[in-house]
């Protein structure tokens, strides 16, 4: 079994992951179809998407400063490939239970790109999307 899944899949899928974008902030859940979001991804040609963040490495709380200094090497680290166009995102828990977690909403980012990202920063899982689909929780451990 994997323990990661095992320990953290249930705080996942109830978590409220946000997109914080000039033009829109949308709330996202797991495996539900917006349709405020999916024309929001249509507007802007945005074929497929990934939310990700280099903070709390395996769900390991760390400070403001840590995660600020994580998730800044990743913006390296995405313009390095290529991708400029990033938005905001945070992921919310439902009860206020911890600290949302800031990271970014990347357009038409491959999924196998996204996945070598998340192991290089030791992070669980990412959420991965498309056009006219529902948000994906996609395991990375």
């Known amino acids: 079994m994997n323990s990661a899944k ?13 997109l914080i974008a000039p033009d829109a902030t949308l709330e996202l859940k ?31 709380e760390l400070s403001k400063e840590e995660n600020d200094e994580r998730n800044s090497l990743l913006r390296n680290d995405l313009a390095s490939l290529g991708y400029h166009n990033l ?6 828990p439902p009860n206020g239970e911890w600290q949302a977690e800031p990271g970014f909403f990347i357009p ?12 290089k920063y030791e992070q669980n899982a990412i959420l991965y999307g498309y056009q006219r689909g529902v948000p994906q929780l996609v395991w990375a451990v």
Do not use: C
Not at 10 to 18: C, P, R
Not at 34 to 57: G, Q, R, Y
Not at 108 to 119: D, G, H, I, P, V
């Open 30 to 60: 797991i495996g539900e179809f917006h349709p405020s979001f999916d024309f929001w991804l249509t507007k802007h040609n945005i074929k497929t998407w990934v939310k990700m963040t280099a903070a709390n490495p395996y769900s390991r």
């Open 108 to 119: 038409n980012m491959r999924l196998q790109e996204a996945l070598f990202l998340a192991k």
């Open 87 to 92: 938005h905001g995102s945070e992921g919310r």
């Open 6 to 18: 095992d320990n953290f899949e249930k705080a996942y899928l109830e978590t409220i992951y946000v």
